[in-house]
């Protein structure tokens, strides 16, 4: 997707010229900088034209390979070759089922727009203000902190400091990362994948996954359908036509695709059972009782059903049906967060509900089902917050920086 564009700065020279300084006898001088200006932003857009245009050249690589391979087999292998008209029948109506499935998730992936956080996560225009105004960053960190107060959100930064991205201006809900490439912060973020040009997140995991398992599936039955005639060209048992190296390369492409989706369906596999991201794979999530890469696993059912849903007839579908919001996740260790345990989920102060009615205590009501004994939760007291008042430094209150 291309990135939004952002607004040019000043250009320096545009302010010393505006400040009172002698100008050039003759005239043009208002040309100057707003003519650079210009022209800057030009090249901007034009520089974010190309790169819109580059981000889509290996969705048509794909699509090439693709339209090559519908060629290849049905009109060269199945009409051309096969002689049997079972085998060939057999073998069209399986080969378009597949392909079906494949260009509908491909699609789906690609054109499904990656969610965002609700604008309960942003940032209030007082506390921007507010924000922008305060250098201390203690003082940022107790802002965040009231800001957050009643948000679903129980992870933190290496540093346990409130999760914040200071490009979108927002608390980031749990397993919310700001994607570089998109320039936003994306629900449930997956990775940014350059194959379908989009963000792999909350909106198009299920999506995604069904993409690989059905191109995998699609390369597995052109392989193992083309293998008989593989050996043919071999063995010289293949008129010598064109369709000969039509199957030969077919048959190669087909096999090399196969290994390569084949462990990456796996990997996907393995981080569904376990609930968990590509990102979190690679840096565990970090609770307020410190790292857990378990953090969101429920168990291998309640893992699958997150990403697939209740209802089954949907599951081999690219039809939406993953379970949740996107902007909160149930965890069980709900209970080693002291502040959280106690608050929206209505057990101590149910009237805390009232005021975020867009969060109902759905994530906790899972979660407390597997409360855990706390010993060694962040508790922060009056004490502490008064601390950080004063401008006391604190490690636990830098913010994340994080792309
Ligand atoms: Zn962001
Ligand atoms: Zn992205």
Redesign the pocket.
């Known amino acids: 997707?291309a990135a939004p564009a952002k607004p040019s700065a000043p250009a320096p020279a545009s302010t010393s010229a505006s400040s009172g300084a002698p100008r050039p006898s003759g005239g043009g001088s208002s040309a100057g900088p707003p003519g650079r200006a210009r022209s800057r932003s030009r090249a901007g857009l034009v520089r974010r034209r190309c790169q819109w245009l580059l981000s889509w050249v290996p969705v048509l690589f794909i699509a090439s390979i693709l339209a090559w391979s519908y060629y290849a087999y049905v009109a060269q292998l199945c009409i051309l070759t096969m002689n049997n008209i079972g085998e060939k029948v057999m073998c069209l109506i399986t080969y378009h089922l597949f392909f079906m499935m494949f260009l509908w998730s491909y699609w789906k992936t690609i054109f499904t727009l990656?969610m965002n956080p609700s604008k309960e996560f942003h940032l209030t225009y007082a506390h921007k203000e507010f924000l922008e105004k305060e250098p201390r960053s203690e003082i940022h960190q107790e802002i965040l902190r009231r800001a957050a107060k009643d948000l679903p959100i129980y992870t933190r930064t290496m540093s346990g400091a409130i999760r914040y991205c200071d490009r979108c201006q927002l608390v980031k809900p749990d397993r919310c990362h700001h994607?570089s490439?998109?320039d936003?912060c994306?629900l449930k973020?997956d990775h940014?994948c350059p194959w379908v040009n989009?963000?792999v997140g909350f909106s198009n995991y299920k999506f995604f996954l069904l993409f690989l398992a059905y191109s995998l599936l699609y390369c597995l039955f052109i392989a193992a359908s083309d293998l008989h005639y593989f050996i043919k060209f071999w063995t010289n048992g293949l008129p010598d036509t064109q369709a000969k190296f039509h199957i030969m390369f077919l048959f190669f492409a087909a096999a090399m695709f196969s290994v390569s989706l084949s462990s990456l369906f796996g990997y996907h596999c393995w981080l569904v059972s376990k609930n968990k991201s590509t990102l979190e794979a690679f840096r565990a999530p970090i609770f307020r009782h410190g790292m857990d890469k378990n953090g969101f696993s429920l168990g291998f059912t309640k893992n699958l059903l997150q990403v697939f849903g209740d209802e089954k007839k949907l599951w081999l579908l690219p039809i939406f049906s993953s379970q949740g919001d996107g902007c909160s996740f149930p965890t069980c260790l709900v209970n080693q967060d002291l502040e959280r345990a106690v608050s929206p989920a209505g057990r101590s102060n149910p009237n805390k509900n009232e005021n975020n009615p867009h969060f109902p205590s759905k994530p906790l009501r899972d979660s407390q089902s597997h409360l855990l004994t706390d010993t060694q939760s962040w508790t922060e007291t009056s004490a502490s917050i008064e601390k950080n008042k004063l401008g006391t430094s604190n490690p636990a209150l830098t913010m994340e920086n994080e792309t």
């Open positions: 997707m990656p994607c490439v998109c936003k994306i973020m940014h989009n963000c």
